[in-house]
Structure formats: structure tokens, C-alpha cells
């Protein structure tokens, strides 16, 4: 199929910077197409822009992207990356389709390994049994939250005359009408959007983590699941798949920031940023499984989450951390944002998810 002449360079933008090692899904492509056509655009300056909010490009990868931009856009020559220092090792495989850019690491105050710093890798998701995961599935329709919706369905016990049907019935015994058919709003569950931390901090629990957020793009009428790092991504679509080992090997590819640096903040605002992911936020039961260590800006952290609390219907932070009985926040964002989280909870495993999603529905 030919693309439409005008969308050809925007699409082209797209592939050359996955060929200089950024990883930028299908996804991402479609909504730089739509974003450019929302601002106009008035000049290249507006092109520019939604490629930064929509590609999330990380801060220190900023002057290649605007190498890249001025050579497809503006026909400038484009440099040749100076070669790294020898502390740092940057390999770029572009026939394997995988990026790794690996920094050294310190360790936090909390014994788990956080940076601020973008390593980009590949590898396999776990994949096991978990009898939590088939108790959510069995109980999901029942416990998940739900929502009044604004269409209308019969009912003995309805708080409004369905006035239509009371016409047809009276119509059918010539003007007689015995009862008066009455009407109430029907109920659809809520959205769920679940953030999962994939950092190197979070290793140890993003597998499970991931499992469930197949499970539950399965099992709820509407879910939504993005990945945070040092990047925004977003993987529902790769969780439609029923066989979980299709789902999961799906997602991995997708997730190019798997294992690497903690920069939650940046993230946030980058979902925040997009318009069509900032709905999904509104009226919803937003869960973030992360440890909360950000090693990025606290100031931007602490903004997105107060946006996300003031448009979601309810606000939840899972942390593994949570589940020690002397557990106390240590960063400083995390600290910051208390005031704006429903609820700070244990979500460290699979069982503590299931736990506390199946509890959603008894909320406020």
C-alpha cells in the first residue's frame, strides 16, 4: 500500500531514527502522524515538536535527534557521532534490530539499582503459572470497578419513566396501560490504566508485573498498559494476544528500555503530553507498580502525578518496598506525592497485584 504523499517524510523520520538506535514503536509513528496534523503545522518548529513529545526522547539523546531532524527535514549534513569515552560502551546493532547503551550504575540508599542513566536492551520475559493470575481471571468480571454509563436500560425498579416503551405498550391494547415501564442507567466496568516500572530496580518484579498486565488486558472491558523507564511505551496492543508466551515475547520486543535507567517523572509527563494517552487517565483506576526510586528530576515526577490525581478516578501506587513493616518513602518524590496517591500499597508478587486490583471495586 502507498502512504499518502504527505505523511511519506513523517513516516521516513520515523525509521531513521530507529536506525540510529532509538527505539520508536509503530505506535508512536501513528501518533506523530496525527500530532503534526493536529498543530498544522505552522512551520518545521511545530514538527519538531510533537517528535520530541511523541518519540520521548530522552534529554542527553537530544542532540543526536536534532542532528537527525535537520538532515531528513532541512537537508543538513549529519556528523558522525564523536567516539565515547572508555567508560562508556555504546553498541549499535542495527541487522539484530537491538540497541544497548550501557553506563555504570551506583547502588541507592535501598539496596536496589537505580539511574538516571538510558541503557536500551532486549531480552525474554518470564513466563510461569501463577495461580493469582487464574484467580483474577476467574473473579476480574465481578470485582473490577464500575461506572454508572449514560445510556439507559429497562428496569422494574428504574429511577426514570422509559416513556417509549410505555407509548408502544399502550398502543398495543388500544390506550390501555396497565403498568408504567420504567428505565435506569446502565453500568460499564471502569478503565484501568496500569504504568509499570521496568527499570533496573524493578527487575525483580517487572516479569510478574508484566504477566498480570496480560491477564488483565484479557479479562477487562477496558484496560490500558504502559511501560516507564527513561521512555513512555505503550504495549497494549501487544498484550491482545490469548497465549501469554505470544503476548509476553510481543511486548519484550517492544519494550526497549527493559532493565535500564529510572526516570519516572519524564515519562509521565511524556503519556501527560500526548492527548489521546492523557484520556485514557480521565475517570479511570490508574495503578504505577514502581519502586519510586527516580533518579530524574523530583520536580517533574511530583508534577505528573498531581495531573494524574486531579483526572483519574482513583490513584494507586504499588511498591514492593511497601510490604516491609518499617517501610518508609526515601526519595524525595516519592515522599512529595503522598498527598496525592489514594493509596501507597505492597506490590511486591503477583498475589499482592491480584490482591489489591480485585479490591478496586469496593473503593469510594
Known amino acids: ?61 537530544r542532540e543526536a535527534f536534532d542532528a537527525l531532524f535537520r538532515a531528513h527535514f532541512m537537508g543538513a549534513a549529519l556528523t558522525p557521532p564523536a567516539t565515547g569515552d572508555d567508560g562508556d560502551e555504546v553498541a549499535a546493532h542495527e541487522g539484530a534490530g537491538e540497541t544497548t547503551v550501557e553506563f555504570d550504575e551506583g547502588e541507592d540508599e535501598a539496596g536496589e539499582m537505580a539511574t538516571a542513566a538510558e541503557r536500551l536492551s532486549r531480552r525474554d520475559l518470564a513466563l510461569a503459572d501463577d495461580e493469582a493470575i487464574g484467580r483474577f481471571a476467574r473473579l476480574a ?49 471502569r478503565r484501568i490504566l496500569l504504568l509499570i516500572d521496568v527499570s533496573a530496580s524493578m527487575r525483580a518484579e517487572s516479569d510478574a508485573a ?41 511486548a519484550a520486543a517492544l519494550i526497549a528500555d527493559l532493565d535500564g535507567g529510572t526516570r519516572i517523572g519524564e515519562a509521565l509527563q511524556a503519556f501527560l ?25 523530583p520536580a517533574a515526577m511530583i508534577d505528573a502525578v498531581r495531573r494524574l490525581s486531579r483526572a483519574s478516578w482513583t490513584l494507586d501506587w504499588l511498591s514492593p518496598l511497601a510490604g516491609a513493616a518499617d517501610f518508609a518513602p526515601k526519595t524525595e518524590a516519592l515522599a512529595a506525592i503522598l498527598p496525592d496517591l489514594d493509596r501507597l500499597a505492597p506490590g511486591g508478587g503477583v498475589n499482592a497485584i491480584v490482591d489489591h486490583m480485585l479490591e478496586l471495586g469496593a473503593y469510594r
Open 210 to 250: 508484566l504477566r498480570f498486565a496480560h491477564q488483565l488486558v484479557q479479562s477487562a472491558e477496558r484496560a490500558e498498559v504502559f511501560t516507564l523507564g527513561t521512555r513512555l511505551t505503550r504495549i497494549t496492543s501487544s498484550l491482545a494476544p490469548a497465549g501469554r508466551a505470544e503476548a509476553l515475547a510481543r
Open 273 to 297: 503530553a500526548v492527548p489521546r494517552y492523557a484520556g485514557f487517565a480521565r475517570g479511570a483506576a490508574v495503578v504505577v507498580i514502581s519502586d519510586g526510586l527516580e533518579r530524574g528530576d
Open 1 to 61: 500500500m502507498t502512504l499518502p504523499r504527505a505523511t511519506q517524510p513523517l513516516v521516513g523520520f520515523a525509521g531513521l531514527l530507529r536506525r540510529h538506535g532509538f527505539a520508536i514503536s509503530p505506535d508512536q509513528t501513528i501518533d506523530f502522524i496525527a500530532g503534526v496534523g493536529l498543530l498544522g503545522p505552522r512551520g518545521i518548529h511545530d514538527v519538531r515538536s510533537a517528535a520530541l513529545a511523541l518519540f520521548s526522547i530522552p534529554p542527553e539523546r
Open 141 to 189: 468480571k465481578a470485582r473490577l470497578p464500575r461506572r454508572r454509563s449514560y445510556r439507559r436500560r429497562a428496569s422494574r425498579k428504574g429511577d426514570q419513566p422509559d416513556i417509549r416503551r410505555a407509548i408502544r405498550a399502550a398502543a398495543r391494547r388500544d390506550g390501555e396501560l396497565t403498568t408504567l415501564p420504567r428505565r435506569r442507567r446502565k453500568t460499564r466496568q
